[in-house]
């Protein structure tokens, strides 16, 4: 689905094939969300076909199957992410039906919404919404929710600020493990380079850099 404009088919004739007994007809109207989102506008889009959408008792898989694909690109068609959990309520119905590749494509589209929400509407919309089908009373339901906790669950993503402070404490911590080397070869090992039976350590020491690369140093 593209926001390219395209020509532009009648949106009354659209919104009524939503509603007619011919399969096809629903299918094509289905497969034709954006342009009539496009025709309504934000607002409307949000207040009138998404309510619709998450009213509508269609029970072939097929048309079920388009409308949970056309949804879970539709943030931009309610009026961005500030307006994304309006796309909820009808996966979220989706999320519980019989058929598998309906409800797996649903749970997809919820994925894609919910990977781009604010952590506020994550808390506020999507959140509920994993804990209510966790808590379905049918298996269809539970089982969906099982592939939306890893959305929920994920860490937040570090500020700027935040990466800084982590990046100086690793440069922090690197810069005192230098200092402590270079006391422990100034100190400790300046004492025993020269003995015929040099303590383990720095036997140890030596196997990890070799005797004339500590004499470098030391005499630095």
Not at 68 to 95: K, M, R, S
């Amino acid at each position: 689905m593209s926001m390219v404009d395209e020509p532009l088919y009648p949106i009354a004739v659209l919104i009524d094939e939503l509603k007619n007994d011919d399969i096809q007809l629903r299918l094509n109207s289905i497969r034709k969300l954006s342009t009539i989102a496009r025709a309504l506008g934000e607002e409307r889009t949000r207040k009138e076909l998404i309510p619709f959408l998450s009213e509508n008792n269609d029970d072939d898989d097929e048309v079920l199957l388009a409308m949970a694909e056309e949804l879970g690109v539709f943030i931009p068609y309610v009026g961005g992410l500030e307006y994304a959990h309006v796309l909820l309520p009808p996966l979220e119905t989706l999320c519980t039906v019989e058929e598998t590749c309906v409800r797996d494509k649903a749970v997809e589209s919820l994925c894609r919404i919910g990977s781009q929400m604010r952590e506020t509407d994550l808390v506020d919309w999507f959140i509920p919404l994993v804990k209510r089908l966790a808590a379905g009373e049918w298996f269809t339901a539970r089982v969906s929710a099982c592939g939306l906790f890893h959305i929920v669950s994920q860490p937040p993503i570090p500020s700027s600020r935040e990466r800084a402070a982590a990046s100086q404490c690793r440069w922090y911590h690197v810069y005192l493990s230098n200092l402590a080397a270079e006391f422990f070869i100034r100190t400790v090992v300046r004492k025993y380079l020269n003995q015929s039976k040099p303590p383990s350590f720095i036997i140890l020491n030596t196997w990890v850099k070799p005797k004339f690369l500590l004499q470098t140093e030391l005499q630095g």
